[in-house]
């Protein structure tokens, strides 16, 4: 039986086993009879989706399957990832849905289940969630209609739990450019942040069910960056275009952000930690004097940090073992180098309004500029690449791959990192390397995408 749950819960192509209609609905009924066998009563769910042409019918899909064995179902409808997770509890239902496939291009979707903790669904139901998949496959299911009866009233909820965030500062004196990535951050991030007293600009905010991600938000920041092309970026230009004080990045569930300073520079999630970090110690929030982030995050990073005698807890890649560590350690800050950051006082899931709340909010009180407060955080050279493959066998089991990898770390002489692993979303081998030079770890790279490609395909 193939494992159907990645890091990120069920991602695959709308449309497509296991994002096919039916399919959807034994999902939907597995995990609601599931939850109904535990709880000794009818669960009660919510769920809400991202702005692809493909949610709606997914969400209903799973309403239909979970309303089969009695669950009762609310939709909060164009909702952020983080939205629902807050909506779950809030509400007192027993569990929250997503569909989204975050990052992904419009073709693909996804879901993802949160416990009433913000925690994801855990591996027992996720086993016997694929399990039931593949006994009932093409099982039909009457389709119901969605209840969005009180999508208002879980937004403007969701709304006021930000501000509260804030903890009423004001940030009037700001002038922001936001880059919706034509996504599930559309329908909050202009308000929210009109309300805390921002000068707002709004980019990429009309979505129309195809163009989530393509060429904006979070995402496309990371792929100009990677690519030597910041200057092309709309966000960028739009900054230094307005005389703006910084530039925010959602991607399509605004789960992610990524940031541009005053002067249109790329402020990534590392950077994100540095700036939170310390102005959490500064205020005595810092527990344990410690951060957690991932395999990922750039050496600089944890030579900055130690310098501020903060140490940095390395998990592997997901904001799922990004939470397991900093729940583990009782630590108060984690995340990934891609802009998603978790504060577990205030909640367990990644949220980016609610950082970019909370990075506003440290500028503002300490009077500097993002440019300021990102600066002492020295960036090795890095250099990431993607390889589609046709399978994900353990990289140790082929020696050519075994091989390259091995005269790499000796070229890096112990001044630099090589990094080799799968996506847990997408049959994706990624490369990651740092070193001193900029140009002899992209040639390294690609030398090792090379024999990966022609050993794996």
Not at 27 to 38: D, T, V, Y
Not at 112 to 132: H, N, Q, S, V
Not at 172 to 193: M, P, Q
Request: proline share 2%; glycine share 10%.
């Amino acid at each position: 039986m193939d494992k159907l749950f990645g890091t990120d819960g069920i991602r695959g192509v709308a449309g497509e086993f296991p994002l096919d209609e039916k399919t959807v609905a034994v999902i939907g009924a597995s995990f609601a009879k599931q939850l109904r066998e535990e709880l000794g009563r009818e669960p009660r769910l919510v769920s809400g989706r991202d702005t692809r042409e493909s949610g709606k019918w997914i969400e209903t899909a799973f309403h239909s399957g979970a309303a089969s064995v009695g669950a009762v179902c609310e939709s909060a409808g164009v909702i952020t990832t983080p939205g629902v997770a807050y909506t779950t509890g809030a509400f007192e239902f027993d569990a929250g849905v997503v569909i989204s496939a975050s990052h992904n291009p419009y073709q693909d979707n996804g879901i993802k289940i949160f416990l009433p903790t913000g925690k994801k669904l855990g591996p027992d139901y996720e086993r016997k969630i694929e399990a039931d998949i593949y006994a009932k496959k093409g099982t039909a299911f009457e389709l119901v209609q969605l209840d969005t009866s009180r999508a208002g009233e879980f937004h403007g909820a969701y709304v006021g739990h930000l501000l509260e965030i804030g903890g009423g500062f004001s940030a009037s004196e700001k002038r922001i450019v936001i880059d919706c990535a034509n996504g599930a951050a559309c329908a909050f991030a202009g308000e929210l942040f009109e309300r805390l007293g921002a000068e707002v600009v709004t980019i990429h905010s009309s979505p129309d069910g195809r163009n989530i991600n393509e060429a904006c938000g979070s995402t496309d920041l990371e792929h100009l960056v990677r690519d030597g092309r910041f200057a092309e970026s709309r966000l960028r230009n739009t900054v230094l275009e307005h005389s703006a004080d910084l530039g925010i990045a959602f991607d399509g569930d605004a789960d992610r952000v990524l940031f541009v300073d005053e002067h249109g520079n790329f402020v990534d999630g590392d950077a994100t930690l540095w700036v939170m970090a310390r102005y959490l110690k500064t205020h005595r929030k810092l527990a344990n004097s410690t951060v957690v982030a991932t395999v990922m995050s750039n050496i600089g990073l944890e030579i900055a940090l130690a310098g501020e005698s903060i140490k940095l807890l390395r998990t592997d890649v997901g904001d799922k073992y990004v939470l397991d560590e900093l729940l583990k350690t009782g630590s108060e800050i984690g995340g990934e180098q891609s802009g998603h950051i978790i504060f577990p006082e205030v909640s367990l899931v990644g949220d980016g309004m609610m950082t970019a709340i909370r990075v506003l909010k440290a500028i503002t009180e300490k009077a500097v500029s993002l440019s300021q407060a990102a600066a002492g955080f020295t960036r090795f050279p890095q250099t990431l690449l993607n390889v589609v493959v046709k399978e994900k066998r353990p990289f140790d089991d082929v020696p050519q791959i075994v091989t390259a990898a091995t005269e790499i770390d000796r070229e890096l002489h112990g001044e630099g990192r090589l990094l080799l692993r799968y996506s847990g979303t997408q049959n994706l081998a990624r490369i990651m390397i740092e070193g001193k030079d900029q140009a002899a770890i992209e040639g390294q790279a690609r030398r090792l995408a090379d024999v990966i490609e022609s050993a794996l395909n």
